[in-house]
């Protein structure tokens, strides 16, 4: 069964029409993404590795991310993704909102942020997106896009704020 994407418009707001992913987006017509980001009490990320072969983003590491399928409402996305992708069930409450932006043009991308001691141990990739998760500091994670071993700036361009950004949770 083909997966099936809300059409926001420009405002972010539901038009009622739906999206099959793989088809061409109209022009002036939106899709909601999400770039979910886990921080844990020793303010380190959990990122992800990207599977050799995997789209654009092969053997990179990157943070959780990933469309929200018709009916569901943004955080409800972001557990989801976090839970497809590396196994964990994020507890919605911990969750904050940060930002929206528009991403290649025809995607409204939410940035979530969610404060979780995860356990390593506790992740079960999903062996068709993910092949390594660790936790790393900002630091090592701007380190790592200079490197070119985690997504560049044009996949986060929100990154440096983000990192300097004095998120209250």
Known sequence: MAELWDVYDENG??????????????????????????INSKNHYLIQKRVPGSRDISDKWETVGGHALAGEESKQAAVREANEEIGIMLNPDNGYWYKRYIE???????VWLFKEDIDISDVILNPNET?????ASKDKILQMIEEDTFRNFKSYPYIKEFFGSQIII
């Open 104 to 110: 290649k043009g025809n995607f409204l991308c939410d």
């Open 13 to 38: 707001i539901k038009t009622g029409m739906f999206h099959e992913r793989g088809k061409p987006l109209r022009q002036g017509f939106f899709h909601l993404c999400v770039h979910v980001w886990v």
């Open 131 to 135: 092949c390594d998760v660790m936790w």
